[in-house]
T-cell receptor, first 120, second 108 residues
Framework: EVQLLESGGGLVQPGGSLRLSCAAS????????MSWVRQAPGKGLEWVSS????????YYADSVKGRFTVSRDNSKNTLYLQMNSLTAEDTAVYYC?????????????WGRGTLGTVSS | EIVLTQSPGTVSLSPGERATLSCRAS???????LAWYQQKPGQAPRLLIY???NRAAGIPDRFSGSGSGTDFTLTISRLEPEDFAVYCC?????????FGQGTTVEIK
């Protein structure tokens, strides 16, 4: 069964950091680009970041550029998102998603998400 | 970036009825690169449609997508109890990919 399982969310103070992980199973992880998509409370989905299968290319939304870093470990079938300098606007459920087709950024597998809350 | 506006915000329907959901883009979506997703509380979002009209694997044929340019539609021909959920569209033809705010299909 194809599955994505996020972890690492929690409560952090403004200015703090969180590191999210996403464990993948059921498909050849290294062959697929992966993304993070978030959803703030009561809001729509927002693309955050993407990474190619071999980590050669990374992409970021303007809202997180310079603060967030996406990475992956293909030997562990795991995707990561390092989030620094967090603000209340970063409070959201963070989803890990598999890019369906190279150069076509729609997402055919999603995790259930992990909640990151930024509050003092 | 391309802004997607979905309407209506909420629609109340009964099982067996037809649902027609709209997604309008602020500029033309390249090559009909538009997807639809279903979201239920506490569950992973589910891909329904890609390329505006192609059903994803395992999606029942009561779900259909249409449209081009700036106007797209998701149609659920006969609502089943499990179809009551939030539906959102995504354009992926122009970077960054963007999503609509969602339409809630609720039981009347």
């Amino acid at each position: 069964e194809v599955q994505l399982l996020e972890s690492g969310g929690g409560l952090v103070q403004p200015g703090g950091s969180l590191r999210l992980s996403c464990a993948a199973s059921g498909f050849p992880f290294s062959n697929h680009g992966m993304s993070w998509v978030r959803q703030a409370p009561g809001k729509g989905l927002e693309w955050v970041s993407s990474i190619s299968g071999n980590s050669a290319y990374t992409y970021y939304a303007d809202s997180v550029k310079g603060r967030f870093t996406v990475s992956r470990d293909n030997s562990k079938n795991t995707l990561y998102l390092q989030m620094n300098s967090l603000t209340a606007e970063d409070t959201a459920v963070y989803y890990c998603a598999k890019i369906a087709v190279i150069a076509r950024w729609y997402f055919d597998v999603w995790g259930r998400g992990t909640l990151g809350t930024v509050s003092s | 970036e391309i802004v997607l506006t979905q309407s209506p915000g909420t629609v109340s329907l009964s099982p067996g009825e037809r649902a027609t959901l709209s997604c309008r883009a602020s500029q033309s979506v390249i090559d009909t690169q538009l997807a639809w997703y279903q979201q239920k509380p506490g569950q992973a979002p589910r891909l329904l449609i890609y390329g505006a009209s192609n059903r994803a694997a395992g999606i029942p044929d009561r779900f259909s997508g249409s449209g081009s340019g700036t106007d797209f539609t998701l149609t659920i021909s006969r609502l089943e109890p499990e179809d009551f959920a939030v539906y959102c569209c995504e354009q992926y033809g122009t970077s960054p990919p963007t999503f609509g705010q969602g339409t809630t299909v609720e039981i009347k």
